[in-house]
């Protein structure tokens, strides 16, 4: 494995944002998600700007799990 040059320690997240603008939270249909949470937030933009990065935390093994592994982001999950 490659040396990491960040590692971020902390919770991975999914943010969610409402698709349509200038409504009430009673009025949106729909919602566009996001990983989130300051530690995934700074390891996505260190993996963009092409640095080897770590994310120390725990996920599942489900989708959301895969998904954080798909970004460039070094990852040991275990399953809970």
């Known amino acids: 494995m490659t040396e990491l040059e960040v590692l ?5 997240g999914v943010d969610l944002y ?3 603008s200038g409504v009430s939270l009673a009025e ?3 919602f566009a998600k996001f990983l ?3 530690a ?3 390891a996505v933009a260190a993996a963009r700007r ?3 990065t770590g994310v120390v935390t725990k996920v599942g093994g ?3 799990g895969e998904d954080v592994g798909k970004l460039g982001i070094a990852s ?3 399953k809970v």
């Open 8 to 12: 971020t320690i902390g919770r991975v």
């Open 18 to 20: 409402p698709e349509q």
């Open 28 to 30: 949106v249909s729909s």
């Open 36 to 38: 989130g949470g300051t």
């Open 40 to 42: 995934t937030n700074v």
């Open 50 to 52: 092409g640095r080897p």
């Open 62 to 64: 489900e989708r959301f």
């Open 76 to 78: 040991c999950r275990e």
